[in-house]
């Protein structure tokens, strides 16, 4: 198994950034694909954005151009790199693990953007 353990999140204002980290342990060799989801109130949990083995990227439509996914094999960590964060990317963020017998969940991060 893959445990997940995210860091990073916090209160920022419309327009600020923040940095969020997902340090994995365990299987590491087994796993594909990394993301990040997030869950508002109310709302079902959504992708963000994921990275693979191979540094290929996909990312919501919602984040294009305002968040960066990046990966340190070194620290097998992952990153999410927010900037001109609105009030509707407030929510719960969480990291994932996906690979051969593998789907880990972090314990999730909240992340406010508000005035």
């Known amino acids: 198994q893959v445990q997940l353990v995210e860091s990073g999140g916090g209160l920022v204002q419309p327009g600020g950034s923040l940095r969020l980290s997902c340090a994995a342990s365990?299987?590491?060799?087994?796993?594909?694909?990394m993301g990040w989801y997030r869950q508002a109130p109310g709302k079902q949990r959504e992708l963000v954005a994921h990275?693979?083995?191979?540094?290929?990227?996909n990312y919501a439509g919602s984040v294009k151009g305002r968040f960066t996914i990046s990966r340190d094999n070194v620290k097998n960590t992952v990153y999410l790199q927010m900037n001109s964060l609105k009030p509707q990317d407030t929510a719960v963020y969480y990291c994932?693990?996906?690979?051969?017998?593998?789907?880990?969940w972090g314990q999730g991060t909240q992340v406010t953007v508000s005035s």
């Open positions: 365990g299987s590491i060799f087994s796993v594909y694909v």
């Open positions: 994932n693990a996906v690979g051969s017998r593998i789907n880990s």
């Open positions: 990275i693979s083995s191979d540094g290929i990227t």
